[in-house]
Each structure stands twice: as C-alpha cells, then as structure tokens.
C-alpha cells in the first residue's frame, strides 16, 4: 500500500521562515508534487520534484530524497495568505497521483 | 484561475439519488481525474479519462461511474447516494499524462 505523512497542522509569524515535511512509503516512485489549497477552493500547483536535491522557485522551494522517502517544502517571508493547507502528493506510476492528508498552516501577525 | 471549469458548483440532493458532476478540461489536456476530498479521507483519486479511455482507478465504488466523451469533457455519475458520499468533487486535466495537474473550482455535494 501506499503511505504518505505530513503533520496535521503547523503555525508560524508572519515574515518567518516554515518547513512542512512530507515522508512517503510507496510501492514506486515517479516524483512528488506540493500543492497549496485556500480552504473550499481549488488545489493549486506549487512545485515538482523527480531527482534528489532542492528545487526553488522565489519563496517557495521544494527538497527530495528519494533514499529517504522524505521531501520538505520551504516557505520563506511569509505571508497571510499563505495560511491554507499545503498538500503532498507522489506519483507512482502512469499520471496519478496519491494525495496525503494536508497541512495546514495558519500564518499569524 | 486554471482554465478547468465543473457545474454545479453546489448541489443538494437526498439518499438515495442520482447526480452528474461536469466537467470540461483546460483546451488541449487529453487527461481528466477526478478526486474526491471529504474532512477525514483528504484528497482521494477516483479516476482518469485519457483521450476518451479510462486509462487509471483509483477508489471509485462501484456506484460511481465517469465517462469522457469525444469533445473531451467528462462527467461523473453518483448513484444510490449515501450521506457518506457528502464531499467536495474536484476534476483536474493535464496536457500529457506525465505534467502537473490543474484543478477546477470543485462540486460540493450534500447529500441529506
């Protein structure tokens, strides 16, 4: 079967840096999507990994180690809005994708 | 805004029944999925259309069907609705099987 964990909720300051972890046990592997979803709307993409190491793309990057079964998603200068749930997801085979629960991170004054 | 769009946007219907989700993919995405996201089980996938085939399956009960048709919309049956099947109903597209996905706005279905 398929697993993936990320903690339930996190909270952190404005203008701070936060870390959502994301551990996986799979069947296969074929890269792994953060998503970031504002409450009762749309999953909206964030970033891709499919090789070992760090992906950045301005205040968001995105870490995989494929040894590990372990990826990080790196929010930096934040910012209220960012307050939303961010998703973890693993492609196995083909195109589809194996969600984990969510994140959900409230960004505070 | 994605380029992915799903009627209704709500819909409130009794156990029992029977509805249809629509949805219509960003132009030129050949791949439709449809996920279920309910409070307890996250975001569950439930299929995917490529080009008019099923081409994956996920946890779709067998009360469930989904069909793509040849302009590449898609649309999801419910039947014999049950007031565990209350949840959001999310389609996404992808221009190649292998590229991320883009999700539309959602179906939230009520089942009383």
């Known amino acids: 079967g398929q697993n993936i964990d990320q903690p339930t909720e996190m909270t952190a300051t404005e203008g701070a840096i936060v870390q959502i972890n994301c551990t996986y046990q799979t069947s296969g592997f074929n890269g792994l999507f953060w998503y970031q979803q504002h409450a009762g709307e749309a999953p909206t993409f964030l970033s891709y990994?499919?090789?070992?190491g760090l992906e950045e793309k301005g205040r968001f990057s995105s870490f995989l180690s494929r040894s590990k079964g372990y990826s990080y998603l790196l929010l930096k200068e934040l910012q209220m809005k960012d307050s939303a749930s961010y998703l973890c997801?693993?492609?196995?085979?083909?195109?589809?994708?194996?969600f984990g629960k969510g994140t959900m991170l409230l960004v505070s004054p | 805004d994605s380029g992915v769009t799903q009627t209704p946007k709500h819909l409130i219907t009794a156990t029992g029944q029977r509805v249809t989700l629509r949805c219509s993919p960003r132009?030129?995405?050949?791949?439709v999925y449809w996920y279920q996201q309910s409070l307890d089980q996250g975001l569950q996938f439930l299929i995917q259309y490529y080009n008019g085939e099923e081409r994956a399956k996920g946890n779709i009960l067998e009360r469930f069907s989904a069909q793509q048709f040849p302009d590449l919309h898609s649309e999801l049956n419910l039947s014999s609705l049950e007031l565990g099947d209350s949840a959001l109903y999310f389609c996404?597209?992808?221009?190649?099987?292998?590229?991320?996905?883009?999700f539309g706005p959602g179906t939230r279905l009520t089942v009383l």
């Open positions: 997801a693993v492609r196995i085979t083909g195109s589809t994708l194996t």
């Open positions: 132009s030129g995405d050949l791949s």
């Open positions: 996404a597209s992808s221009a190649q099987s292998l590229n991320e996905q883009f």
């Open positions: 990994n499919v090789l070992d």
